[in-house]
């Protein structure tokens, strides 16, 4: 695709809109003409719809039929470069292309004409008194004298009532200027305060200086404990971006970190960059995309799907927690961010940095292969040590029935409370119980619409599907037998944790992070760091918890059941159970004090206990990767899920049955084809859930068999078909 395509007036353009069509739209060029990559609004039936001009028009039709494009959109023109990883993306992840372009147009308004809004500046009137709130007004506005501020937040740094500058306006001190509404970012400056980094993390960030300097594509994985700097040193690469006038990109799981890290930025560059996740204004989100493609924001911290911002000229992306489950999406377009990542930058000439402290298998695979550069981190920074890892063997302790913490644990937990330490109790369960029995004739309370069970939360008083939501009341009799009184909570779920611990430590301070707890990402980030300073005893948690929050003041790390996750069928059951208690156990001692780690288990023994206990991840991963490349699953193979759905169970074991019978193209690559089965959850949101997996060798063209041995099937309407490349969950 040339990008210097420039369609004159009438000839026909190749459009692509992001309505469910799957094939680009011949349309007329109108007045003045238009580029390739020109955001456009066309006419599609009775609407207007937006697209981009993707090419030469096919034509091949009567051209006199040929509608006009309506008008071009005034924003920077798809690069080519984006319009090539669209393509790519879709191609891998087998998604139409207009799925593909719904992810990169996510922002409001943008075929509205660029408004406008009142900026105030510095004028050049004199006041006719001088009063102290006059003067915070002119001080605010020199000191700030880039920047221009909306009457709120004029009136907000410089802490007066917006009457006192409306006066200020009048006699000519303050001016009032009409501005694009979507202002470029703050000016970040690489040199605005520097950090003295140890000779270790020094290598690493010269390191990765040369490689953005190189200004060409290469992945880098930054492999280094919790707390070993790595954020120092990939802001250094940022850095390296900066001083070069390019744009960077961090990526970071999970909202809950950015409040931190936008600190962190501001401490380092002398203002903050821009943000993309869910909890973003409209307006903001409006204005980060048009930034990103103006170049007017310099860097952008974002969830997975900042990865689609048009960017113009990006030279750097960084995974933060690379190995997280959440860079996967599981909905819609099913793409795993981090591999796209790697993707777009070999298609853009930038680099990629994956930062962990457990890498994913695949990452480390690449890295030992040589196709990714590896830098390491090896101690924590300042005084800091990792925590001491031990076992609690179940087997020899005395857990009266209805509770988790032995009494190990416990005395542990009370000693850091006598010494004015935090505690953390680790268990990855939402909710009270995951189990409601009733104990007069056994039955489990299930979902209605799914083949799980529901799970008590106590909090809300209700039963929750975990897999649809779904929730109701707690009933007072069975719903089988209809014997009241007898239902009962069988297990343990954060919440009943909660509840023991309370009896346990009557006097201590505790706090719950669960994600369903909180109301808003506001009230979950002031919780977080109320803990950080000090004003809890011990934290209870789930997953979230594991994910990069710093508390200086916690010391021990209680895991409830660390076997939890070595249960079940997944081929990463090994790899997560070993991230995410590392992880987990990482969040002890931080500071100087040297934190412990206590992980409850049934099977000491057990190789991947043995290999989180022992630390020698080398070995842990060496011993993995032997097993599935011995098996050619990945990274040593290909795989695909299919799942097939519909409200009727037969049709689609009868459609899954028919698919593993007519397997030619399949074997033509010489790829398997396992199922149908069941799903693991057999039925969600009242529809039958069927799963098919593939799997290929490494150079397979997976993708090409896939897409010939499913044309040969009708899907009817009422079967819902789709595809997993890479499948990360095998639920
Ligand atoms: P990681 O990303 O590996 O968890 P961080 O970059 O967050 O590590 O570093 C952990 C803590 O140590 C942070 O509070 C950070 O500011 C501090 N730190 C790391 N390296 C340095 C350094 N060279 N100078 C000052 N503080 C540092
Ligand atoms: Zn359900």
Redo the contacts with the bound molecule.
């Keep these: 695709m040339v990008d210097t395509g420039f369609f004159d007036q009438g000839t026909l353009v190749a459009v692509l809109s992001a309505q469910p069509i799957d094939r680009l739209l011949d349309y007329k060029a109108p007045e003045g003409g238009c580029v390739i990559g020109a955001f456009v609004e066309v006419p599609l039936g009775p609407r207007k719809v937006i697209g981009v001009v993707w090419g030469a028009g096919r034509g091949g039709f009567d051209l006199t039929k040929a509608r006009s494009v309506i008008r071009v959109l005034d924003l920077a023109p798809m690069r080519g470069e984006l319009r090539d990883f669209l393509s790519r993306a879709a191609d891998y992840t087998m998604t139409p292309l207009s799925m593909m372009l719904r992810l990169t147009t996510r922002a409001p308004g943008l075929s509205d004409a660029p408004s406008m809004r009142k900026v105030y500046r510095l004028g050049s009137g004199q006041p006719e008194r001088e009063t102290e709130a006059r003067r915070k007004v002119i001080a605010a506005l020199g000191d700030y004298a880039d920047l221009a501020f909306t009457l709120a937040e004029l009136a907000e740094v410089a802490n007066v009532s917006t009457s006192v500058i409306k006066g200020l306006v009048k006699q000519g001190v303050v001016q009032e200027e009409d501005s694009p509404r979507d202002l470029p970012y703050p000016l970040l400056d690489p040199d605005f305060s520097t950090?003295?980094?140890?000779p270790d993390?020094a290598e690493a960030a010269a390191a990765l200086r040369v490689s953005v300097a190189s200004a060409a594509y290469g992945t880098t994985l930054l492999k280094?404990?919790?707390?070993?700097?790595?954020?120092?040193?990939y802001l250094e690469a940022v850095a390296e971006c900066l001083k070069k006038g390019r744009q960077a990109l961090v990526l970071l799981p999970e909202i809950a970190l950015t409040a931190d890290f936008l600190k962190?930025v501001q401490a380092r560059f002398g203002a903050k960059p821009g943000e993309w996740h869910s909890a973003i204004t409209l307006t903001e989100r409006r204005r980060l995309w048009k930034m990103a493609g103006e170049g007017g924001v310099q860097l952008v911290v974002g969830a997975r799907s900042a990865l689609f911002l048009p960017f113009r000229d990006l030279a750097l992306v960084v995974v933060?927690e690379e190995h997280d489950t959440s860079y996967k999406q599981e909905e819609g377009v099913l793409y795993n961010a981090r591999d796209m990542s790697v993707l777009r930058a070999s298609l853009c000439s930038a680099q990629v940095v994956l930062?962990s402290?457990t890498p994913s298998l695949e990452t480390w695979a690449n890295a030992t292969a040589g196709k990714y550069k590896r830098l390491e981190?090896s101690t924590?920074?300042?005084a800091?040590q990792m925590p001491e890892m031990r076992a609690i063997d179940l087997r020899s302790e005395d857990v009266p029935s209805g509770r988790w913490i032995s009494p190990s644990l416990q005395n542990a937990v009370k000693a850091r409370i006598a010494a004015g330490e935090q505690s953390l109790l680790f268990i990855n369960r939402r909710g009270y119980a995951p189990t409601t029995v009733c104990r007069a004739c056994g039955h489990q309370i299930g979902c209605d619409h799914c083949d799980a069970r529901m799970v008590e939360h106590r909090f809300q008083n209700r039963l929750m599907c975990h897999q649809c939501g779904e929730t109701k009341p707690m009933p007072v009799a069975c719903p089988s037998c209809e014997v009241e009184g007898k239902l009962a909570p069988v297990g343990p779920g954060v919440e009943r944790l909660a509840e023991e611990v309370e009896t346990l430590f009557p006097d201590a301070r505790i706090s719950v992070l669960s994600s369903d707890l909180f109301g808003s990402a506001r009230a979950l980030k002031a919780q977080i760091e109320q803990i950080a300073a000090g004003g809890c005893d011990i934290v209870i948690g789930t997953q979230m918890v594991a994910k990069?929050h710093?508390f200086p003041n916690l010391t021990l790390v209680g895991v409830i059941d660390t076997d939890l996750g070595l249960q079940g069928s997944d081929l990463r059951a090994a790899e997560r159970t070993f991230q995410l208690m590392r992880q987990v156990s990482g969040r002890a001692g931080?500071v100087e004090k040297k934190g412990l780690a206590l992980l409850q288990t049934h099977q000491p023994e057990h190789p991947v206990i043995r290999a989180i206990l022992s630390g020698e991840e080398e070995n842990f991963w060496q011993a993995e990767a032997r097993e599935r490349s011995a098996v050619g699953v990945p990274p040593y193979g290909r795989m695909a899920g299919i799942i097939l759905s519909s409200q009727h169970a037969p049709e689609v074991f009868d459609l899954g049955a028919d698919m593993a019978r007519r397997d030619g193209p399949l074997r033509a690559i010489s790829a398997q084809v396992y199922g149908p089965a069941p799903a693991p959850i057999a039925k969600i949101r009242g529809r039958f859930r069927v799963r098919l997996l593939v799997r290929a060798d490494k150079g397979a063209n997976l993708q090409g068999a896939l897409k010939a041995w499913v044309a040969q099937f009708r899907v009817p309407a009422s079967i819902r078909l789709a595809i997993d490349i890479d499948p990360q969950s095998f639920l």
């Design positions: 950090v003295k980094l140890t993390q280094g404990v919790t707390g070993s700097g790595k954020t120092e040193v962190r933060d930062a402290a981190l924590r920074y300042g800091a990069g710093n931080r």
